[in-house]
């Protein structure tokens, strides 16, 4: 049997209290089952570092955060709405847009500082530039900032 759906997503999973979901694969529910979408990354080699660009469509540049520990730089993107089940007009028919959180880590080395990644958010992409080094232990964990 045919279902209609929205963005692939079936229209009646919603208006069901029945966990439909549970019992086949779980979604995430920020993203649904496009989740495997998100955070896709390109890299690219130039000849003194390392570029780095990752989608994130429909994250402000407060909620990314990127941070380097141990060697692995961490992208990080959080997403929260509000819950209430009333808008100013009226009550909500369907409710597509989820809060979550998801984050991907990259090895770049010990050798690198937070200080010498830079980082710039335009247009729902956040751009990496990490310089290449010569391996040396350094060892902190700091916040690397966002420019755009």
């Not at 529910?29 to 955070?39: D, E, V």
């Not at 141990?70 to 990080?76: A, E, P, R």
Request: hydrophobic content about 30%; glycine content about 6%.
């Amino acid at each position: 049997m045919l279902m209609p759906s929205v963005f692939g997503e079936n229209l009646f999973d919603d208006f069901m209290d029945f966990p439909f979901d549970s019992f086949w694969n779980r979604k995430n529910p920020l993203y649904g089952k496009h989740a495997k979408n998100m955070m896709k990354t390109d890299v690219r080699e130039t000849d003194d570092s390392y570029e780095l660009d990752i989608d994130l469509p429909g994250f402000k540049k407060d909620e990314i955060t990127a941070k380097l520990e141990d060697g692995y730089l961490t992208v990080s993107a959080s997403k929260g709405l509000d819950k209430d089940k009333q808008d100013k007009k009226g009550n909500y028919i369907r409710r597509e847009r989820y809060a979550g959180a998801m984050s991907r880590s990259f090895y770049i080395g010990d050798s690198i500082t937070q200080d010498e990644i830079k980082a710039k958010f335009e247009n729902g992409i956040l751009q990496l530039s990490i310089p290449k080094k010569d391996a040396k232990t350094v060892e902190q964990q700091k916040h690397i900032s966002i420019e755009g």
